[in-house]
């Protein structure tokens, strides 16, 4: 059985656009693959964060993961901090790193163009986003198109790492979904759906109120001509609704232009916003009864030995591989 590896960052607001491109696929790929899918704390702190704040956002995190379905049972769940061998091997692979490879990465300019003071994280947590995924011998990374560049580098440095010591590493490939791997902002269907926008109307997270989001639908920015059909460069804003319906729903583009046509406007964001609360009302009922559970905690600490098992064999190879501790005689 192949393997994949997940993992999302404990930052806050899981937003439609986290649960479509990278959520939703979990509940689809447990049932065909060994999933590894892990809370990774350590990225989080690449960013001031309130410890306080970020300890609850870790549970908060992991008590979603099992409320969009994922069962314990057939995947690992686990808390990045809680398994050593991620920061272990991140110190390996960032000797095998370039400054300039780290450098180019699109997120690491975009948040350091931002900040006043950077953080050496910053420009080197790639190689432990690349040792994240490694360490589990990891086939497939089910990613939003974003985060190709980051997975291309992950590939090259296994592949540098294989030909410099030894065939340690398997090379992941990417998978994305077909659609609404890029959920745009509601308000200016320009840019990506981002917690980190300023203008909550913008995004729609998995915990909003229904009615919220009903309400943050409505006022969606579309355009003035009333009709609903499929085309990105002219009509962003309503491709970005029909976009995020078909993800919801599984029902192809074609289908919801054709279930639309004649609608006017109104009609059109009612239906949509139906879709994503039909969706989201069941998660939201299975977290708010897991998040202070003694059962979200007994599935983390299990989820951390299984993690640790795994992790700890090719951590011991890329070590011999690379001569680090002693070779003890047997």
């Not at 840019?191 to 300023?198: A, Q």
């Amino acid at each position: 059985m192949k393997k994949i590896f997940s993992g999302v960052q404990p930052t806050g607001t899981v937003t439609l656009g986290n649960y479509i491109g990278a959520f939703k696929q979990f509940t689809e790929l447990q049932e065909e693959y060994d999933c590894i899918f892990c809370i990774v704390d350590q990225h989080a702190i690449t960013m001031p964060q309130d410890r306080l704040e970020l300890r609850k956002n870790i549970k908060s995190l992991a008590a979603l993961y099992l409320a969009v379905g994922i069962d314990p049972e057939k995947v690992t769940l686990f808390i990045q901090s809680e398994v050593p061998a991620h920061a272990q091997a991140g110190w390996m692979l960032q000797c095998v790193s370039t400054i300039g490879e780290l450098e180019r990465m699109t997120q690491f300019k975009d948040k350091s163009a931002k900040a006043a003071s950077i953080s050496a994280g910053l420009l080197t947590y790639p190689p432990l986003m690349a040792a994240d995924i490694l360490l589990y011998q990891t086939d497939i990374v089910p990613v939003g198109d974003d985060q190709k560049q980051h997975i291309e580098l992950t590939r090259d440095l296994a592949e540098r790492f294989n030909r410099k010591y030894n065939d340690i590493f398997t090379i992941p490939d990417i998978r994305i979904p077909k659609h609404g791997a890029r959920v745009m902002s509601l308000q200016d269907p320009a840019k990506k759906m981002s917690k980190s926008d300023s203008n909550k109307k913008s995004i729609i997270t998995l915990l909003d109120d229904l009615k919220t989001i009903e309400k943050k639908v409505k006022s969606a920015v579309t355009d003035s001509e009333g009709i609903v059909k499929y085309d990105p460069e002219n009509k962003p804003g309503v491709s970005n609704l029909l976009s995020i319906e078909a993800a919801l729903t599984g029902a192809s583009i074609d289908e919801l232009v054709a279930k639309y046509e004649g609608s006017g406007y109104g009609d059109f964001k009612a239906g949509v916003a139906k879709a994503i609360t039909d969706h989201l009302a069941p998660i939201q009922e299975r977290y708010y009864k897991l998040l202070d559970s003694e059962e979200l905690d007994t599935i983390l600490d299990e989820g951390a030995e299984k993690a640790n098992f795994i992790a700890n064999k090719t951590l011991k190879k890329m070590e011999n591989a690379m001569g680090l501790g002693r070779k003890r005689k047997r």
